[in-house]
Antibody, heavy 119, light 110 residues
Framework: EVQLVESGGGLVQPGRSLRLSCAAS????????MYWVRQAPGKGLEWVSG????????GYADSVKGRFTISRDNAKHSLYLQMSSLRPEDTAFYYC????????????WGQGTTVTVSS | QSALTQPRSVSGSPGQSVTISCTGT?????????VSWYQHHPDKAPKLLLY???KRPSGVPDRFSGSKSGNTASLTISGLQDEDDADYYC??????????FGGGTKLTVL
């Protein structure tokens, strides 16, 4: 079964850091680009960051550029999001998602992890 | 990176059809054939309905269809069913390895 499982969320003070992880199983992880997408309370989905299969291409939303770093470890079938200088507006449910075969769609999503930035 | 524009809400009765629009710009929707659509029920993971403007992943009913004209993409749901009651989001590739979502549309099945 294709599965993505996020972890690492929690309550953190403004200005601090947090690292999210996404463990992949059931597919050849290093064949696919991966993404982070978030949903703030009461808001819509927001694309946060993406990384190609070999980490050769990486992109960030303007709202997180310079503060968040996406990375992957293909040997460990894992995706990461290092979040620094966190702000209250980063409070959200964070999903990792897999790119579909031969498409730009996100065909598999994890169940998400909650990040709350508050003092 | 401005969010794509979707109507806040649409509604329809079972059996009817509804169309949700998604308006971007010549830098995203209008230039790339990479609009995707997602269905999102509360407390569940989003589900891919369409990708690359009009293509359906296996397992998605053909009641869901996509189209695009200029900077506006559309999702049409035919033969509405109760389980279609959900939030719907469009998403477009925006170049330079970035993507942008729409603000989301709440579909109410009356």
């Amino acid at each position: 079964e294709v599965q993505l499982v996020e972890s690492g969320g929690g309550l953190v003070q403004p200005g601090r850091s947090l690292r999210l992880s996404c463990a992949a199983s059931g597919f050849t992880f290093d064949d696919y680009a991966m993404y982070w997408v978030r949903q703030a309370p009461g808001k819509g989905l927001e694309w946060v960051s993406g990384i190609s299969w070999n980490s050769g291409s990486i992109g960030y939303a303007d709202s997180v550029k310079g503060r968040f770093t996406i990375s992957r470890d293909n040997a460990k079938h894992s995706l990461y999001l290092q979040m620094s200088s966190l702000r209250p507006e980063d409070t959200a449910f964070y999903y990792c998602a897999k790119r579909g075969s031969g498409s730009y769609g996100m065909d598999v999503w994890g169940q998400g992890t909650t990040v709350t930035v508050s003092s | 990176q401005s969010a794509l524009t979707q109507p806040r809400s649409v509604s329809g009765s079972p059996g009817q059809s509804v169309t949700i629009s998604c308006t971007g710009t010549a830098s995203d929707v209008g230039v790339f054939n990479h609009v995707s659509w997602y269905q999102h029920h509360p407390d569940k993971a989003p589900k891919l309905l369409l990708y690359d403007d009009t293509k359906r992943p296996s397992g998605v009913p053909d009641r869901f269809s996509g189209s695009k004209s200029g900077n506006t993409a559309s999702l049409t749901i035919s033969g509405l069913q109760d389980e279609d009651d959900a939030d719907y989001y469009c998403c477009s590739y925006a170049g330079s390895y970035t993507w942008v979502f729409g603000g989301g549309t709440k579909l109410t099945v009356l």
